[in-house]
């Protein structure tokens, strides 16, 4: 009796319980897996190289500061302009559109003369014959800018305003000027810091107007007295075609271009001198003598 007891609780207990295997069967088991290697080359080849990002950086940077340092330059440009106007003095710069037409020439086909003995400095504007606004200059003796730009470029010269000044500065010279630019809605031809005011300006340079031929003759001219023949004589053709102008204008003003200028192949009237002044823009036209 007691062997039998004891036999059926060790079986019992030898057995595996079967409500422990339903429980442990039941209960969900998490495996970990590694990450597949395609995953993991996917992720590294979408992502940029380093040296790619600094790059990027570096140029998104240097952009940046590009916009920033125009902008800057713009409103010191744009704060220089407004000091000097109210420098000059709202009361003191006439407007360009208030001021009246002269003819350049007189009736007696003289050109003109403007001169105040009173002014020390003048602003003056020359225009065509649609009164289409060409050159803006500064200069102390106005009559004679006056003579100057005609025999340079006498078929732009119909017309002018001048604004003389008793007590000029550097500040009320500009202000006046780029006063008039701002009110004609765009810079004058005249005035391109280029070629056109290189013409209004200086003596004319005739080896810019060489024909094909000139070319050759002054090339294969001899150093010396040869080549300044060739010169001497492209400035007396340029010479000839403004005279043509200046009777077409029915000028009869007595403009002689110097002789010895003619050697180098530049033209402009003889004895005709304006002195330099510091104190006003450069944009004054300089003859040579």
Request: with cysteine; charged share 25%.
């Amino acid at each position: 009796m007691h062997g039998i007891a004891n036999s059926s609780i060790s079986v019992a207990l030898s057995r595996p319980s079967l409500f422990g295997n339903e429980l442990s069967s039941s209960t969900p088991k998490t495996v970990f897996r590694p990450q597949s290697t395609s995953v993991r080359v996917t992720a590294a080849s979408s992502a940029e190289p380093k040296w790619k990002q600094k790059l990027a950086a570096a140029d998104e940077h240097a952009e940046k500061t590009r916009q920033a340092t125009a902008q800057a330059q713009e409103e010191y440009f744009r704060k220089q302009a407004e000091q000097r106007r109210q420098e000059a003095g709202a009361g003191t710069v006439q407007r360009l559109n208030s001021l009246e037409f002269y003819p350049y020439l007189t009736e007696e086909g003289l050109i003109a003369d403007y001169s105040q003995p009173s002014a020390k400095a003048s602003v003056y504007s020359i225009f065509d014959d649609l009164k289409t606004l060409q050159y803006i200059g500064v200069t102390r003796q106005v009559y004679q800018s006056m003579r100057l730009h005609f025999a340079r470029v006498p078929s732009k010269c119909f017309y002018i305003k001048v604004q003389h000044l008793s007590r000029p500065n550097r500040a009320l010279l500009e202000g006046i000027r780029e006063q008039w630019i701002v009110e004609n809605g765009s810079t004058p031809v005249g005035n391109d810091n280029g070629e056109m005011q290189n013409v209004w300006e200086n003596p004319l340079d005739c080896t810019a107007l060489m024909t094909d031929e000139e070319k050759l003759l002054f090339e294969e001219a001899a150093p010396g007295p040869p080549k300044a023949k060739v010169l001497k004589n492209v400035a007396k053709r340029i010479e000839a075609g403004l005279k043509e102008v200046f009777q077409e204008r029915k000028c009869t003003d007595k403009l002689r271009f110097d002789p010895k200028l003619k050697d180098r192949g530049l033209l402009d009237l003889k004895g005709l001198v304006i002195k330099p002044d510091k104190s006003v823009p450069t944009s004054t036209p300089q003859a040579t003598a």
